[in-house]
């Protein structure tokens, strides 16, 4: 026979591990880079990337400031900025036909974070975030997303959290996104229409799906994967995930 307090434990046990948050938005094969762009990534050194970065369906040459070097095989890139591969469509095959799929995939993610309906949270706080801790759920925003001060974002490491913004979202210099709980930056979606821009020296937490652009300034560090349909630019920024 099980005893009650088994039966008590056991359920506890399942509570506390359970999500909680919108279900997780699948990147898909756009998982696989740091960075991916549709229209071109620029750096001032040095930037530290750790991870795949991409360009598509646009040539190499939108890649400045990198000094590439093309590996023999003609299918990738290496830099002394980047931990992993640089890849672009005027590269050799299978490298268009596999950035043509991720940057579907990356298209499909946008569209799927962004259409997710009845928010947890509508316009919390007018957009102006800086100093509340976030936990798990759906956001939206009609407006631009400004945070001017340290931000917290607090949840267990199955938690999910999507953050949907129409306007331009910025965080200010020296500001960060700071995690806690065991909240993990992977199972965070920040899905902005706008232009995002990371201020000088600021630190950003979670994947960004960005319809218009992504700026890091001098010295802005993002635990992120920057999915741009446009351009990314990078001021001796660091990025890893």
Same mark, same amino acid.
């Given at each position: 026979?099980?005893?009650?307090?088994?039966?008590?434990?056991?359920?506890? !046990?399942?509570?506390?591990?359970?999500?909680?948050?919108?279900?997780?938005?699948?990147?898909?094969?756009?998982?696989? @880079?740091?960075?991916?762009?549709?229209?071109?990534?620029?750096?001032?050194?040095?930037?530290?990337?750790? &991870?795949?970065?991409? #360009? /598509?369906?646009?040539?190499?040459?939108?890649?400045?400031?990198?000094?590439?070097?093309?590996?023999?095989?003609?299918?990738?890139?290496?830099?002394?900025?980047?931990?992993?591969?640089? @890849?672009?469509?005027? @590269?050799?095959?299978?490298?268009?036909?596999?950035?043509?799929?991720?940057?579907?995939?990356? +298209?499909?993610?946008?569209? $799927?974070? /962004? &259409?997710?309906?009845?928010?947890?949270?509508?316009?919390?706080?007018?957009?102006?975030?800086?100093? =509340?801790?976030? !936990?798990?759920?759906? @956001?939206?925003?009609?407006?631009?997303? $400004?945070?001017?001060?340290?931000?917290?974002?607090? +949840?267990? *490491?199955?938690?999910?959290?999507?953050?949907?913004?129409?306007?331009?979202?910025?965080?200010?210099? $020296?500001?960060?996104?700071?995690? *806690?709980?065991?909240?993990?930056?992977?199972?965070? #979606?920040?899905?902005?229409?706008?232009?995002?821009?990371?201020?000088? &020296?600021?630190?950003?937490?979670?994947?960004? =799906?960005?319809?218009?652009?992504?700026? =890091?300034?001098?010295? !802005?560090?993002?635990?992120?994967?920057?999915?741009?349909?446009?351009?990314? %630019? =990078?001021?001796?920024? %660091?990025?890893?995930?």
């Amino acid at each position: 026979m099980v005893s009650s307090l088994f039966i008590v434990s056991v359920l506890t !046990a399942l509570s506390s591990v359970a999500a909680t948050g919108p279900a997780a938005v699948n990147l898909r094969s756009a998982g696989n @880079y740091a960075i991916l762009s549709q229209s071109g990534i620029s750096t001032v050194p040095p930037s530290v990337i750790s &991870g795949n970065v991409a #360009v /598509s369906p646009i040539a190499a040459t939108a890649m400045t400031g990198f000094s590439l070097t093309l590996d023999s095989s003609g299918q990738y890139s290496t830099s002394a900025q980047v931990v992993g591969r640089l @890849y672009a469509a005027s @590269y050799t095959a299978p490298t268009p036909a596999t950035l043509t799929t991720a940057v579907g995939d990356m +298209g499909t993610a946008y569209d $799927d974070a /962004s &259409g997710r309906t009845n928010p947890n949270f509508n316009n919390l706080a007018g957009g102006s975030i800086g100093g =509340l801790t976030l !936990a798990p759920g759906l @956001y939206k925003w009609t407006t631009t997303l $400004d945070i001017a001060t340290d931000i917290t974002i607090s +949840g267990r *490491a199955t938690d999910t959290w999507i953050f949907q913004v129409s306007g331009t979202m910025s965080i200010a210099t $020296d500001k960060k996104m700071i995690l *806690a709980g065991g909240a993990l930056s992977k199972n965070i #979606v920040w899905v902005v229409a706008g232009a995002v821009t990371a201020g000088t &020296g600021s630190h950003f937490e979670g994947v960004i =799906l960005g319809k218009t652009g992504i700026t =890091l300034q001098t010295g !802005a560090t993002a635990n992120s994967r920057l999915l741009a349909q446009t351009f990314v %630019t =990078l001021q001796k920024a %660091t990025v890893s995930n």
